[in-house]
T-cell receptor, first 117, second 114 residues
Framework: AQSVAQPEDQVNVAEGNPLTVKCTYS??????LFWYVQYPNRGLQFLLK????DNLVKGSYGFEAEFNKSQTSFHLKKPSALVSDSALYFC?????WGGGATNKLIFGTGTLLAVQP | KAGVTQTPRYLIKTRGQQVTLSCSPI?????VSWYQQTPGQGLQFLFE???????NKGNFPGRFSGRQFSNSRSEMNVSTLELGDSALYLC?????????????FGQGTRLTVV
């Protein structure tokens, strides 16, 4: 079955420092991977996606993610964290199980990013 | 371009009642998916509709149902509400083609069952 794992419930980082939020995946076939961010009492906001091509994907708000096929990882990164980046981050993979067309997403458990001033 | 609109934002219902939630996707998007978010279970897929047809369904009881109209607007219905149905219900809209694969989410409907 398709799945994603976010091994850290929380990541703490000081403002101005680089941040990394980890994600590993398990899929059959080529993965379609996504990162979303959720602020309190809000829906999910799309940050970036990987479908194919360059392993380094750039997204919104200065975020980027590195796709690593050998390690089955898709870690989210940002060179310099802001206090306003504090939020809940979700990694997701599109469920291509069975080969049928679908936009169904399977989400990780989420990682709370806390950026200290 | 207007985003995904979900109504209402908040709902309080009593056990045993039923509820209908509404979602208007981004103009031109034909795929609408619904998710339930709870602290204990995280984000769980309910179902997906594409061009008025249910294309995929998650592992939820039959009390949870949905539909999509010809203008792509979607509704989900929960009958015989239980306390455990209290959650944030999120609707996601996708173009549904190979290139534009990302889903855009609405603000959600916070359902509280008392």
């Amino acid at each position: 079955a398709q799945s994603v794992a976010q091994p850290e419930d929380q990541v703490n980082v000081a403002e101005g420092n680089p941040l990394t939020v980890k994600c590993t995946y398990s899929v059959s076939g080529n993965p379609y991977l996504f990162w979303y961010v959720q602020y309190p009492n809000r829906g999910l906001q799309f940050l970036l996606k990987y479908i194919t091509g360059d392993n380094l994907v750039k997204g919104s708000y200065g975020f980027e993610a590195e796709f690593n096929k050998s390690q089955t990882s898709f870690h989210l990164k940002k060179p310099s964290a802001l206090v306003s980046d504090s939020a809940l981050y979700f990694c997701a993979v599109r469920d291509n199980w069975g080969g049928g067309a679908t936009n169904k997403l399977i989400f990780g458990t989420g990682t709370l990013l806390a950026v200290q001033p | 371009k207007a985003g995904v609109t979900q109504t209402p934002r908040y709902l309080i219902k009593t056990r045993g009642q039923q509820v209908t939630l509404s979602c208007s996707p981004i103009s031109g998007h034909r795929s609408v998916s619904w998710y339930q978010q709870t602290p204990g279970q995280g984000l769980q897929f309910l179902f997906e509709y594409f061009s008025e047809t249910q294309r995929n369904k998650g592992n939820f009881p039959g009390r949870f149902s949905g539909r999509q109209f010809s203008n792509s607007r979607s509704e989900m219905n929960v009958s015989t509400l239980e306390l455990g149905d209290s959650a944030l219900y999120l609707c996601a809209s996708s173009a549904g083609d190979r290139r534009n694969t990302e889903a855009f989410f609405g603000q959600g409907t916070r359902l509280t069952v008392v």
